[in-house]
């Protein structure tokens, strides 16, 4: 892992900076011309974990191959650890690792084997390997000699993780880690996402599952049809949609919505979900759910049981990405 007290000496506030980044595939006047990339503006702070975001088709493997220096750009300028792709490409592909969706791993190499050959193809000396180390790292030192094609799902991924790593990369993009990986394997590789994090290693991770960016992401950006529509802190986002709705099931029958209800809810939706439920939706800038609780239970009503959901990263890329929502976008101040 990189030495962090070079680290934080040397290198550049930002992992990646990102500026009118275009992509256009298809020569002028083609019916299949096809623009990709559209202007993207992308900053990701160094020492972060940072999640992009988007529906397939929205232009996260294209912006992710044009870093990796396997796609040429069509405009704009791009820095990875503060160096030009464009000025000094080989060392802007050092600078990171790339973690493909593809489990493209030789069978008949075992993890050791794989993890020289990777080290070897970067140049780095046998003296400063770290192939063991590595394989520590991701839980796979068990299975150093192991044939690759005896090892599990999880292993396969994880094993990409450790290649991505053996040219000791500062910055280390995931794309789409955990496709197809059961619940306690994406959990392990979470793990491994976090130690990497705290050794210095700055993360870019591509997922459909957003509970995960949710769990580990510290910033988020999202992209569609090319074109990044919000970024900003996870925080941030979430106060985007704060809906909530609070359900209260109460003693009494509830035959229609009563009138008594006390004048300090008018503000709140209110409707019968059951027999003896009220269902209220509401914003949560609007006020607790004290409010709630304290305006039944003086309009005589016996609370019973109570229970409340509130919008999550899901129904903010839902939104976003939806048709309705137009060019809106949203950026940190």
Known sequence: MPNESQTIRTAPALALEIKGLEKVY????????????????????RGSIFALLG????????????????VNKSGG????????????????????????????????????????????????PKSERRTDEILELVELADKADAYTRSLSGGMRRRLLVAKAMVHNPPILVLDEPTAGVDIELRRKLWDNVRELNRRGVTILLTTHYLEEAEELCDRIAIINHGEVIACDTKENLMRRLDAKTVTVTVAEDLPEVPEKLPHALSSFSVQISGPNRLTFEFRKSDGPIARILGALAS???????????????????LELTSAKQGAGRIHAA
Do not use: C
């Open 26 to 45: 298809g020569r002028a006047g083609s019916p299949r011309r096809k623009h990709a990339l559209k202007g993207i503006d992308l900053e990701v702070p």
């Open 55 to 70: 529906p397939n088709g929205a232009g996260k493997s294209t912006l992710i191959n044009i870093l990796a220096g396997m």
């Open 77 to 124: 300028t791009a820095k990875v650890w503060g160096i030009d792709i464009d000025e000094d490409p080989r060392q802007a592909r050092a600078a990171i690792g790339i973690v493909p969706q593809e489990l493209n791993i030789d069978a008949f190499f075992s993890p050791r084997e794989l993890l020289d050959l990777q080290a070897g193809l970067y140049g780095v």
């Open 299 to 317: 309009a005589g009503f016996h609370i019973q049981d109570i229970s409340t959901e509130e919008s999550d990263l899901e129904d903010i890329f």
